[in-house]
């Protein structure tokens, strides 16, 4: 199924019904006392996450989203009906602004959670509502007021404790294809992946920790390069990066240049990714030669402060480790986010 993380779409709430002018007739009483009921309440445009739905993909074809009206007020002080509430389901982590300003107007992160996006109109009042006892007869009523409207931009960050990061062909699929279920594309060219994928690494401890597998990042990315960085709004949200760079022999660039390349982008991203905690990792392993590119990556990480792991996915070294390591060190980065919470 494709995969849709961005879209925007218009969406109008419902105008409040009018209220009525209307007297009561009856026999013998030509000119009874106003009975004109109010109006209904224009429907709210409403946003619900739902863990089902994975991708923005069914907004993008039906853009519009207009919701019901409600109904006029009637004689004998019959209140119009309110609209039915519209609710646009959405997947978890989806994140809705307004078009025009990008203000945030929601954020929803957990299954089920909804927002109200667009108040409908309240309903006009009745001739009722103005009788006073100078004014017997009121022959006017409220209009109903018209329901927000506003172009909407529809993101989806996707939720994950841990994200891969790194460049084309640096084996992020084949290590989330390793260490979960999930069963990424992989192959020995780049943009292999083209939407991210997501896993949950299930330890022995019963722990378990969810990572996603984003596309590969070149240089000159934040101008448009390869696939660009917008996939990078799925790493957003993760507590913990893993930096895989590959330390096999045949590769053009220095592991230490793949490193800074794919972190100058991270940084030309903007907001705090650049400065998320990272986990270096040596890739192939298995086919690390004399293992120069490994030795030069190791050296750089250490010197610099960077907790550094060596693996094969393929031959499956050190995965253990690597996820036991990761789930500890989430558990601390969410004991110290707790701590000042
Ligand atoms: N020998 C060996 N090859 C590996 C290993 N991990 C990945 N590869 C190979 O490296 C190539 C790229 O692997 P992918 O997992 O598709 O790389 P990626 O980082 O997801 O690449 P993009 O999706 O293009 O960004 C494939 O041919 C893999 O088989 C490994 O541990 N050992
Ligand atoms: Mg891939």
Redesign the pocket.
């Known amino acids: 199924m494709k995969f849709v993380d961005y879209v925007k779409v218009y969406a109008a709430a419902g105008h409040g019904g009018r209220g009525s002018i209307s007297f009561l007739r009856e026999k013998y009483k030509p000119m009874g006392g106003p009975d004109g009921g109010d109006g209904g309440k224009g429907a709210d445009i409403i946003v619900r996450a739902d863990a089902q739905l994975n991708t923005l993909l069914d907004h993008r074809y039906k853009k519009h989203y207009k919701a019901r009206n409600g109904g006029h007020g009637r004689g004998n002080n019959k209140r119009g009906a309110d609209g039915p509430d519209l609710i646009i389901k959405v997947p978890t982590g989806t994140v809705i602004k307004n078009a025009d300003t990008e203000e945030v107007l929601a954020d929803l992160t957990s299954d089920g959670s909804e927002a109200i996006i667009l108040q409908g109109g309240r309903g006009g009042k009745g001739n009722a509502h103005f009788k006073s006892s100078t004014y017997q007869s009121p022959k006017f009523a409220q209009p109903g007021e018209d329901g927000h409207e506003a172009e909407l931009i529809l993101e989806l960050k996707l939720i994950a404790d841990v994200g891969l990061i ?1 460049m ?7 290590l989330i294809g390793a260490i979960t279920a999930a069963r990424p594309k ?3 060219y ?4 083209l939407v991210p994928n997501l896993g949950v690494v299930k330890l022995k401890n019963y722990m378990s920790f969810t990572v996603a ?1 984003i ?2 990042i070149i240089e000159g990315a934040h101008d448009g390069a390869g696939l660009g960085l917008e996939f990078l709004r799925h790493a957003e949200r993760t507590s913990l990066l893993l930096h ?1 760079v590959d330390i ?1 022999q045949h590769i053009e660039e220095s592991p230490v240049e793949a490193l800074e390349i794919t972190n100058r982008e991270l940084g030309l991203y903007g907001g705090a990714l650049a400065s998320k905690e990272q986990i270096a990792i040596g ?5 690390a030669g004399d293992g120069a590119r490994l030795d030069m990556l190791r050296q750089y990480c250490e010197a610099h402060g960077i907790t550094f792991f060596a693996i ?4 499956a070294t050190g995965l253990d480790s690597l996820a036991s390591y990761v789930s500890s060190r989430l558990l601390t980065l969410k004991k110290t986010h707790n701590a000042f919470t």
């Open positions: 790194g084309p062909n640096a084996g992020k699929s084949t992989i192959g020995p780049p943009f292999t992946t597998d596309p590969g895989l096999s890739t192939k392993l298995d086919v094969s996915a393929v031959a």
